[in-house]
Antibody, heavy 117, light 108 residues
Framework: EVQLVESGGGLIQPGGSLRLSCAAS????????MAWVRQAPGRGLEWVSV???????YYADSVKGRFTTSRDNSKNTLYLQMDSLRAEDTAVYYC???????????WGQGTLVTVSS | EIVMTQSPATLSVSPGERATLSCRAS??????LAWYQQKPGQAPRLLIY???TRATGIPARFSGSGSGTEFTLTISSLQSEDFGVYFC??????????FGQGTKVEIK
């Protein structure tokens, strides 16, 4: 059974940094496309980032230059390093397995990031 | 950027009735479209990909159709557990995705 478990969310001041983790079981993050998607409170879904099997990463314009996606194959874990956080980054962050880089078929339960002073 | 527009914003349907949800793309996305269901406090659940292919374990009452710019998700006989918000998502401009704003399905 595939399970994705996010952690690392919390309250952070504007300009601060936070690292989210997505621990996977039932699949290998190294041999799958993996994505981060966020959802601001009461709002819709926004794609944030994707990491390819090759390690290549892509980002939404809204986070480019501030967020970095990586993975640790030995821990079977995906990460999202978030720097220079802004109030508009406040959201629940989900990780998802992306079969061919296109849509998410397995999703974690999400972790809430609140950026506020 | 391709904009996805869903209608209606809210749909109230009685159990057993048909529910029809629409998703329109601002330019053609071919058949590169997925549908998700999301319940409060839960992650999205993949229902349909490739515009019309049901994901694993999705009941046959859910069906998707359309191509190009016009898409439809149909729930043939609404069950009480089908309440929630439904999102469409295109993946035509790899690797970026865009979601619609969602349609809330309420049980009448």
């Amino acid at each position: 059974e595939v399970q994705l478990v996010e952690s690392g969310g919390g309250l952070i001041q504007p300009g601060g940094s936070l690292r989210l983790s997505c621990a996977a079981s039932g699949l290998n993050v190294s041999s799958n496309y993996m994505a981060w998607v966020r959802q601001a409170p009461g709002r819709g879904l926004e794609w944030v980032s994707v990491i390819y099997i090759t390690g290549l990463t892509y980002y939404a314009d809204s986070v480019k230059g501030r967020f970095t996606t990586s993975r640790d194959n030995s821990k079977n874990t995906l990460y999202l390093q978030m720097d220079s956080l802004r109030a508009e980054d406040t959201a629940v962050y989900y990780c998802a397995r992306v079969p061919s880089g296109d849509y998410g078929d397995y999703w974690g339960q999400g972790t809430l990031v609140t950026v506020s002073s | 950027e391709i904009v996805m527009t869903q209608s209606p914003a809210t749909l109230s349907v009685s159990p057993g009735e048909r529910a029809t949800l629409s998703c329109r793309a601002s330019q053609s996305v071919s058949s590169n479209l997925a549908w998700y269901q999301q319940k409060p406090g839960q992650a999205p659940r993949l229902l349909i990909y490739g515009a019309s292919t049901r994901a694993t374990g999705i009941p046959a009452r859910f069906s998707g159709s359309g191509s190009g710019t016009e898409f439809t998700l149909t729930i043939s006989s609404l069950q009480s557990e089908d309440f929630g918000v439904y999102f469409c998502q295109h993946y035509n401009t790899w690797p970026t995705w865009t979601f619609g704003q969602g349609t809330k399905v309420e049980i009448k």
